[in-house]
């Protein structure tokens, strides 16, 4: 995803988090209360510039397990391992 699409999933997932409070933990409510007031995409550029792998690729996603934590993350191309197909989410903007 570039990082702008990455940002506004990451908001999608928070947003239906709250809109179905029944369905979480209070911990995973919170979780998605605190990431609604930050400046996701501000995070998700430091992120990348502190860490490489699937953090800085442009072909990751949140990872479906725990889908409010910006540091975890998922291959969009479903690799695991050694990638080949790393591709800088920075020069995406």
Request: hydrophobic share 35%; with cysteine.
């Amino acid at each position: 995803m570039r990082l702008k699409e990455l940002a506004a999933q990451y908001r999608k997932n928070a947003e239906e988090v709250l809109r179905n409070p029944e369905s979480y933990e209070e911990r995973t409510l919170w979780q998605a209360s605190i990431l609604l007031r930050r400046d996701i995409e501000k995070a998700l550029k430091t992120l990348a510039r502190r860490n490489d792998g699937c953090i800085s690729c442009a072909n990751s996603k949140p990872h479906e397990k725990d889908p409010l934590n910006l540091a975890a993350r998922q291959c969009e191309l479903g690799i695991e391992g050694d990638c080949r197909f790393w591709k800088p989410i920075l020069s995406e903007d």
